[in-house]
């Protein structure tokens, strides 16, 4: 394994923020980059960034930034390991950015929507960089977090249950070292390793347990109803609870399609309530949908949020297409899509990620996409 030295954080957003204070708060040389000009002023100014407790309170972190620059080639110099805390729609544009100056054995790290090393390893190769380039991506951010101001971050919670992969899956011990050495069990993290990055990307629970209740409240929710709960009781019925479950249900035969062994999402609630609250035992999907420390989330308050924008182009339009390469039907997921696009007058079909974007052949069989997955060529 690679000594962890310099790490570079492009985008400094909530979660890039968060990454930045940790890992300079644990002495590493930490380089920090975002796309939009004047976001990194704060953090150029006073050189650190504070990280406050859930109560908005001084924690004691505090990050010193070795670097916060406009100057992705001067960030990205001589890093160890890169990582890229962003929502995805704005990967791509990331590893555009970045893929010019991606230097040999360097070990990039996408967090937020599993899969989206496909899409470095996609832009990579259309930039001409022939450097061997680590890519690894984890299921969701490591931090329940919020950017305040322009050097402080609050941390609200560490998302203790990660799964990593790496394209191509080949490399995955060697990335899982690296993350694991990142993210260690001191910080009560459990990391799992994926298959392969259609693996984290199943792994998106936003995109089954957001979209569901934001449909079926639609009303409630464009009227602005400040008593409403994303996961509140009156919200999940029984009947919203249905729906979910078949959602889970057609991504977790996505996955057996591949010859992926998926938890079902009560067995995934399972795993974090048994680190949190010793629960050992099975849990019904209603009991298990109805989480006390997440029911009292308020909002949203729109139907423009990113439990929709978000959550149905890069989390169910992606179900809907690996569906489509692999024969298998996802009706439930699809009728969210077509309700969501009404909902909101937009084309999720047409701008949300597909299997092409992953740099997937819609035409390969199975055992072509294992083999591309597992060592990056059929």
């Given amino acids: 394994m690679i000594e962890i030295k310099k790490i570079a954080i492009l985008g400094a957003g909530n979660g890039g923020f968060m990454c930045a204070a940790d890992f300079a708060d644990q002495g590493y040389e930490v380089r920090l980059f975002d796309a939009l000009e004047g976001k990194l002023n704060g953090v150029m100014e006073k050189g650190i960034i504070e990280v406050l407790d859930i109560d908005s309170k001084p924690s004691g972190m505090i990050g010193e930034i070795a670097l916060a620059s ?9 890093a160890d390991v890169i990582i890229n805390p962003v929502p995805y729609f704005v990967t791509e544009t990331y590893a555009k950015l970045a893929a010019p100056y991606l230097e040999q054995g360097q070990v990039v790290i996408s967090l937020g929507k599993g899969g989206a090393s496909l899409t470095w390893a996609k832009v990579i190769k259309e930039s001409g960089n022939k450097n061997k380039i680590f890519l690894a991506d984890c299921n969701t951010l490591p931090y329940g977090a919020s950017r305040l101001n322009d050097y402080q971050v609050r941390l609200e919670a560490r998302t203790q249950n990660l799964m990593v992969a790496s394209f191509p899956a080949k490399d995955t011990d060697f990335v899982y070292e690296i993350f694991s050495t990142l993210w260690n069990t001191e910080n009560g993290y459990v990391i799992r390793k994926g298959v392969n990055p259609i693996d984290t990307l199943l792994v998106d629970y936003n995109a089954i347990t957001h979209t569901p209740p934001m449909i079926c409240n639609a ?33 977790m035969a996505l996955g057996e399609k591949l010859g992926m062994k998926q938890n079902t999402l009560e067995e995934e609630i399972l795993l974090v309530k048994w680190n949190r ?45 690996l569906g489509k390469m692999l024969g298998v039907p996802t009706p439930v997921i699809d009728s969210i899509i077509t309700i969501s696009e009404a909902l909101l007058d937009r084309d999720f079909w047409s701008d949300g990620r597909t299997v092409e974007e992953l740099g997937l052949n819609p035409k390969w069989s199975v055992e072509q996409v294992r083999d591309y997955l597992q060592n990056g060529k059929i």
């Fill in 219 to 251: 009303a409630r929710i464009e009227k602005g109803d400040k008593d409403f709960h994303l996961f509140g009781v009156k919200e999940n019925t029984p009947a919203v609870c249905r729906v979910m479950e078949r959602v889970d249900r057609e991504r």
């Fill in 277 to 321: 609250d010793g629960v050992d035992h099975p849990l019904p999907f209603y009991e298990a949908i109805h989480t006390p420390f997440l029911e009292v989330c308020e909002g949203p308050f729109n139907l423009d949020a990113r439990h929709l924008t978000e959550d149905i182009p890069y989390g169910l339009v992606t179900f809907s297409s």
């Fill in 70 to 78: 406009e100057d992705i080639a001067a960030v990205i110099k001589g």
